[in-house]
């Protein structure tokens, strides 16, 4: 690379652009995943759309390799790539929330906290996941699964529209009525199409939810996975609830008696009020042991968004996997202990997270997201700050998965997924809509330029 075109390119830039021997160089290019270490040659700081079309034009023109970050969280690291070029969004902040049409404009560098904390002042919400750091962008282009899931559907089920630079410098606007196919495929099909540039969501009436954690010791694992298991279908929409596997944090303010001990927790948000939240949680409550502790309460939304972020800082060792789960035999609880018993560190769990209800009533043509028969979206993540434990977590998470990978539907959430993320198991994952995906891409990315995301080949 001549220096005199990357300071040509920097000139056409509003935003920095960070090079290896810059003093933030370092700082800049960290990823969430301290597991993954990634040494860009450049790194486009974008602040607009014009940014992000000078940048793709650059990495094309010099047969750089590009990745597109977002909020970085990926786990096996695609917002950045070794010796190319980085397209980072993270300053591309700003939420607009139209209170009377119930829609919000998000740029692409927003995490998800950022559209809560926009959207809660109006009483709404717009469907995403769990822990508030997490990038809007990458989250939304897998799918976005978190607590309204099962009343509101996905995150794209919630997207109205996106703008998005292509592969040849081109932006389009692609919603229901322009550029249907790319709609159609950035619903679920990752960021193998283009740089979204804004987004469009619908958003929905959430304010004061009754919420929070439930753990038992895991001696009472097996029940309390086998009552979750029939309550869900029969429990209104209005509560989103997972079940995991994990341990009672070995820190305040968990109780001290009980920290550190292996468990099973169900971790649940009712949209309503807290009576009913309350009365609606006694019927599954009723049925099971005593919990080591119930911390269920009224709370903003945005505080239960935020619940887990500090036992989830930037630069954790992360590796994870993840299979789509129709139904939950005894015999998969089982298997699911039986990998819990062994799970590496306080931090590493299994989580099932139900993409039931308003899931269910899309059609799985109606976008790239195929799993709509799916009960369950489960994840095995091995965490630890050591970096010196990164191979026991990831042997651990393997293994595990491949213990309970037989019970599972086939294929697997994107977003979930890490190295595994080979062709075969893109075509399980997206089954009758793999041929369509290849398809789009093939008109809109014919020679593959973003090719570090799960990627969806281009014929040739
Ligand atoms: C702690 C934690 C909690 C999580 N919880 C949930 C959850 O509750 N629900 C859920 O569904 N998922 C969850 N995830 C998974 C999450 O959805 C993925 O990690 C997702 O990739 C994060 O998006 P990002 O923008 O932060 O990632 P990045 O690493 O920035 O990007 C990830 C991918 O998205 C693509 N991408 C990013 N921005 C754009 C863009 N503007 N245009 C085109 N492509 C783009 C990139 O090419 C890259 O392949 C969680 C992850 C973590 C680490």
Not at 107 to 114: A, K, L, S, W
Not at 225 to 245: D, H
Not at 272 to 280: C, V
Not at 312 to 323: A, S
Request: proline content about 6%.
């Amino acid at each position: 690379m001549q220096a005199m075109a990357t300071e040509t390119f920097a000139a056409n830039m509003r935003g920095p652009v960070i090079q290896r021997m810059d003093a933030d160089y370092d700082a800049v290019r960290s990823l969430y995943n301290g597991m993954i270490d990634k040494t860009p040659l450049l790194i486009a700081r974008c602040t607009d759309a014009a940014d992000v079309v000078t940048a793709v034009n650059f990495a094309r023109d010099n047969d750089l390799a590009v990745a597109i970050r977002g909020g970085g969280h990926s786990g096996p690291g695609l917002g950045s790539v070794d010796d190319g070029l980085v397209i980072d969004l993270s300053m591309m902040k700003g939420v607009r929330v139209d209170p009377v049409t119930r829609t919000v404009r998000v740029g692409p560098g927003c995490t998800q906290g950022d559209v809560d904390h926009a959207t809660h002042l109006y009483g709404l919400a717009v469907p995403a996941g769990i822990v508030s750091s997490t990038g809007i962008a990458g989250l939304t282009l897998g799918g976005g699964t978190g607590y309204l899931t099962r009343k509101y559907g996905l995150t794209i089920d919630n997207l109205l529209e996106a703008d998005v630079v292509l592969a040849d410098g081109r932006i389009v606007t692609a919603n229901a009525s322009e550029n249907f196919d790319l709609y159609w495929a950035l619903r679920g099909g990752g960021g193998n199409f283009g740089v979204v540039t804004s987004f469009l969501f619908r958003a929905h009436p959430v304010s004061m939810v009754y919420a929070g954690p439930v753990f038992w010791d895991i001696e009472h694992a097996r029940i309390v996975m086998q009552k979750y298991r029939e309550f869900l279908p029969g429990a209104p929409e209005e509560l989103g609830t997972f079940v995991g596997l994990k341990t009672v944090p070995p820190v305040d303010p968990f109780p001290g008696e009980h920290q550190g001990k292996q468990a099973c927790a169900i971790i649940s948000c009712y949209n309503g009020p807290a009576e009913e939240g309350q009365a609606l949680m006694a019927r599954l409550l009723g049925a099971l042991p005593v919990p080591l502790f119930n911390w269920m309460g009224e709370m903003p939304f945005p505080a239960l968004q935020s619940m887990f972020d500090p036992f989830f800082p930037k630069g954790l060792q992360w590796y994870w996997r993840g299979d789509f789960v129709k139904e939950l035999s005894d015999q998969a609880i089982e298997a699911y202990i039986a990998q819990a018993r062994r799970l590496p560190s306080t931090l590493s769990l299994m989580h099932l997270y139900p993409i039931d209800g308003a899931v269910h009533r899309v059609g799985k043509g109606d976008t790239a997201w195929n799993a709509r028969e799916a009960t369950w979206s489960m994840v095995i993540a091995g965490i630890d700050p050591n970096p010196q434990k990164a191979g026991e977590i990831t042997r651990w998470t393997k293994g595990a998965w491949e213990a309970v990978h037989p019970y599972s539907a086939g294929g697997g959430y994107v977003n979930f997924m890490m190295d595994d993320g080979d062709d075969a198991r893109l075509k399980a994952t997206y089954g009758e809509n793999y041929d369509r995906l290849v398809a789009v891409k093939s008109k809109y990315d014919p020679r593959n330029l973003f090719h570090v995301n799960q990627n969806i080949r281009p014929l040739h």
